[in-house]
């Protein structure tokens, strides 16, 4: 079998392996990356366990609203929670519609629908350390204008948002200049210690009580209501909606910053935070949590993040190389296939991923084809440069000799451009474990996960434990790398 | 093999590297190429052996018109040696030798057989077979070509400068050897050199090019006492001087 029918079988098996695991339909719940919203997620997916007895998938740390509700929309995700003002201002800002009930006509014509408020409110609030509010006299946030050396540690998405930074500074009119952009966990971190003044909190978050924060009082009344809820797709079943429902009104602000103090003090899982909340509420006895230990996350995860490079590796590997090739043989189509390819190497990886989602869902495929993206270029460029770093007297040889096309490739440039080739591959295999890191955001899985979990919960051993597997596996894979050339290349022509 | 080329010209670049070039090699005939750098010698080889549709004018090969259709066919008559041997750096001396008649389906045993053979013509020391071109020193590398151009049994032998670049005892032994060996094995030759001594060695036609034009083409002696152009005479004056 020669390299191409070979590369074609291989390629039908990952086509086929992809749209086996879109055909599995179980019910999914998505959750965004804070750890609230792990709990309620959690929370569904143990009550529709236990009430229908269906299988349910919950993929937490999805990134943003705007993957969520894509996902949603396409039927990725089935259920997540979400909070009525974000819905309202974020989703449907150009719509001019402000009402719960409007909202719920609006969603109807997307076939998504919404429960009614679980009883809390989550809204956004400016916090300091209560000891430098106290010092300076803040209580309020329209006295922050007068207090304009003031730094600001704000999350993106609330930079971003219609209902976030921009509308709030008109309402107040501060003209602060001193804001950084950060995660809203890592924001937690600066404020604790002293490197922010001011950040932009969730009001049932347990770290406000944890590290003696103040939530100023919101005197203009700016920010809208943030009521939980759980959005779903209209189109599961009466049963499952059913269940959801039972949450209606049944958890207050207290319970929920309770829950978010187990989570984030008492270092409890949220699987376990959940089940506990269900048989005490509920009388539900939940799924069995399942408590992973370190070793078997770490194996988990490094499956899922191998998994994602060697796919997107190999795919534009059976893509790079002939591209590469082309851009040696055809110098005009070269020119703009390189400089194509250049360019998609600038664009930001998250960007991509967003990107991606209304086309390709949630999960692996569209981290997968985002990874395969950013391969080209160093594989593409190793490939050009194999073919055309061979000297003008040696290639006249090559074409004088008399040798068939198929020898003047396979026996010839093609293993004088292999050491040029394999370079471009290692480059490659080793940017793809970091920006692998990201595809966590997407629900890919991968070593960003437990990065993205340790951030979170403010627990630097996590962290660690998907830092150094992941800088390991880029160590591993560039010295596998090395051991193929020594194996592949000829002696001839190796340097090392 | 008779080889015409007829009316050749080659533009590079606006350059016109070649112009209105005729020429005639009988079979069994060895003519050198004589020049200085620049005049035109290389190109008119290339041409040759490299692609057909660069030229304006046209080569016969036996008769017929030399096409791309049919050129690597040509070229598997010809054995091609260039300054500094031209070997695949990927590949061992054997390797390098072999690769063109592997390519041609013949057994194995016979090119073993046949490599050998030219190995011990050529004078090619048999624990460099398993070398790679960077281990070998320069007139090693030049045997190893050598090899290379005969293992296919060709009917001319082209040789580039083959000799340049090599100190003065080694290239002295190889021209020696080359031939002895050549003389051996009556194969039509094309020698391109700046080096009248080696041309009146090993050719018994001298073409003398300038400028990519053919001055004159005779017999040494022919070119020494009745010079047609001024530069010739000069060439040869200064060659052939003693001081």
Known sequence: MNIVTLSKHLLLAICLLCSFKAISKDIVVGSKKFTENIILGELAKQIIEDDVGLSVTHKEELGGTRVLFEALKRG?????????????????????????????????????????PLAFNNTYALGMRREQAESLGIHKISQLSSHETLRYGLGHEFLDRQDGWPGLAKAYSLSHQNISGMDHDIAYKAIRTGRIDLMDLYSTDAEIQGYDLIALEDDKQYFPEYAAL???????????????????????????????????????????IAQNYLSQNLGVSGSEAVNETVLSDI?????????????????????????????FVWQKAGKIILGFVGVIQTIPSLAILVVMIPLFGIGELPAIIALFLYSLLPIVRGTHLGF??????????????????????????????????????????????????????????????????????????????GAIPAALMALGIQVAFDYLEKSLVSDGIRTK | MKIEGRNLSLRYQ???????????????????????????????????????????????????MLTNDWINRFRRRVGYVIQGGGLFPHLTVKENALVLVRSMSLADDDCDKRFTMYAELAQLESKLFPLYPHQLSGGQKQRAALVRALVHEPELLILDEPFSALDPVIRYTLQRDVKALI???????????????????????????????????????????NPKHKLIGEFFTAQLAEF
């Open chain 1, 76 to 116: 990725d995700i089935d259920i997540y929670p979400e909070y009525s003002g974000t819905l309202i201002f974020e989703i449907l800002a150009s719509q001019g519609k402000n009402s719960l009930e409007e909202l719920k006509d609006h969603l109807r014509g997307l076939g998504l629908g919404i429960t009614k």
């Open chain 1, 230 to 272: 759980f959005l779903y797709r209209l189109d599961l079943e009466e049963s499952v909606i059913a269940s959801l429902k039972r949450f209606e009104g049944l958890i207050d602000a207290n319970t929920m910053v309770g829950m978010n103090h187990l989570a984030k003090f008492e270092k409890q899982s949220p699987e376990m």
């Open chain 1, 299 to 327: 194996v988990k995860r490094s499956t899922q993040h191998l998994y994602l490079v060697f796919v997107s590796l190999f795919a534009a590997l059976v893509v790079s190389i002939p591209l590469g090739y082309l851009c």
């Open chain 1, 388 to 465: 055309s770093q061979i000297e003008p007297g040696l290639d006249f040889m090559i074409e004088s000799m008399g040798l068939p096309k198929k020898s003047k490739i396979w026996r010839i440039r093609f293993p004088l451009a292999l050491p040029a080739i394999l370079n471009g591959l290692k480059t490659s295999a080793v940017i793809n474990v970091g920006t692998a890191t990201i595809g966590a955001l997407i629900g890919a899985g991968g070593y960003g996960q437990t990065i993205l979990k340790g951030i979170r919960l403010d627990d630097h051993q996590l962290i660690l434990s």
């Open chain 2, 14 to 64: 606006d350059k016109l590297v070649l112009e209105n070039i005729s020429f005639t090699l009988e079979s069994g005939n060895r003519l050198a190429l004589i020049g200085s750098s620049g005049s035109g010698k290389s190109s008119l080889i290339k041409g040759l052996i490299g692609l057909p549709s660069f030229y304006q004018g046209e080569v016969k090969v036996d008769g017929n």
């Open chain 2, 183 to 225: 003389a051996s094995l009556k194969k039509s030759l094309i020698l391109v050199t700046h080096d009248l001594n080696e041309a009146k060695h090993f050719a018994d036609q001298i073409s003398f090019m300038h400028d990519g034009k053919i001055l004159q083409t005779g017999k040494f002696l022919e070119l020494k006492e």
